[in-house]
């Protein structure tokens, strides 16, 4: 494993400690292993209610709370599959978010499990989706490569995680 791809059990160990993360991941890891034994679903969109509750879950620890809102309107650089909006971006009562719509904490890029996390990353459609929004979130459901800005100003992956084994 690369220097940023620290095992998952030992993130996990470390999220269940600090941060209370391990509700939000159990859940998440029985609802793949569920959508997956139907054998009925497609390599993407099956699972795209699990990874947003997911990230709903760890949201709802964060000050301020991120929303996680899927499949986003083009705001100039394409349709990013999801955005993280903080729950100050929605007016009183509105399940829409205010203004112009651009997630503040940025967008997400979903692939399926059989596509590298990392090569996307890496891509020129996340670079796109970078120069808009400044942060995205890449994951193929096991792996997390989060993508922004580095202290000049350049393109860097800031955080990644393996959620589980290959």
């Known amino acids: 494993m690369g220097a940023n791809r620290r095992p998952a059990s030992t993130l996990l160990a470390l999220a269940a400690i600090t941060q209370g993360y391990m509700g939000p991941v159990e859940t998440y890891l029985a609802e793949l292993r569920e959508l997956r034994s139907a054998r009925a679903g497609v390599k993407e969109v099956t699972y795209y209610t699990a990874l947003a509750n997911l990230l709903d879950g760890v949201g709802k620890t964060l000050k301020p709370r991120v929303r996680c809102i899927l499949q986003l309107q083009n705001r100039g650089a394409g349709n990013p599959d999801g955005g993280l909006f903080t729950a ?50 890449v994951t193929n459901y096991r792996d997390f490569v989060l993508v922004g800005r580095d202290p000049e100003g350049r393109q860097v992956k800031l955080e990644t995680f393996r959620e589980c084994a290959t």
Do not use: H, M
């Open 88 to 137: 100050d971006q929605f007016p009183k009562g509105s399940d829409e978010p205010a203004g112009a719509g651009i997630p503040s904490r940025g967008v997400i890029e979903i692939k399926s499990t059989s596509e590298d996390a990392w090569i996307t990353a890496d891509g020129e459609q996340v670079s796109k989706y970078w120069g808009r929004y400044n942060q995205v979130l």
